[in-house]
């Protein structure tokens, strides 16, 4: 079983940055692809930023330019530096890992709030 646990969220004013971090227990293989979803009160949860085990990203258009994922694969680490917070960024913010083929090896973290304001 692999257990997801999340650290950095908090409260931001609009222009700072924060790091969250998603670390990963249990059985967790660098072909593992890593990314953040978030959540916005009353929308749906959607893709933010994704890491193939290959070290390939992706991004959500709206945090192009801004956010940064990357991964440490000898800790099972995944982080997402988060630059120039919006309001609009507020969330809370999901890791997920999960296998690229094998669609019952997907795992999610508890989640970390992200405020942004002033």
């Known amino acids: 079983q692999v257990q997801l646990v999340e650290s950095g969220g908090g409260l931001v004013q609009p222009g700072g940055s924060l790091r969250l971090s998603c670390a990963a227990s249990?059985?967790?293989?660098?072909?593992?692809?890593m990314a953040w979803y978030r959540q916005a009160p009353g929308k749906e949860r959607e893709l933010a930023a994704g890491?193939?085990?290959?070290?390939?990203?992706n991004y959500a258009d709206s945090v192009k330019g801004r956010f940064t994922i990357s991964r440490d694969n000898t800790k099972n680490t995944v982080y997402l530096q988060m630059n120039s917070l919006k309001p609009e960024d507020t969330a809370v913010y999901y890791c997920?890992?999960?296998?690229?083929?094998?669609?019952?090896?997907?795992?999610w973290g508890q989640g970390a709030q992200v405020t942004v304001s002033s």
């Open positions: 997920n890992v999960h296998h690229p083929l094998m669609a019952a090896l997907n795992y």
């Open positions: 249990g059985r967790v293989f660098s072909i593992y692809t």
């Open positions: 890491i193939t085990g290959g070290g390939s990203t």
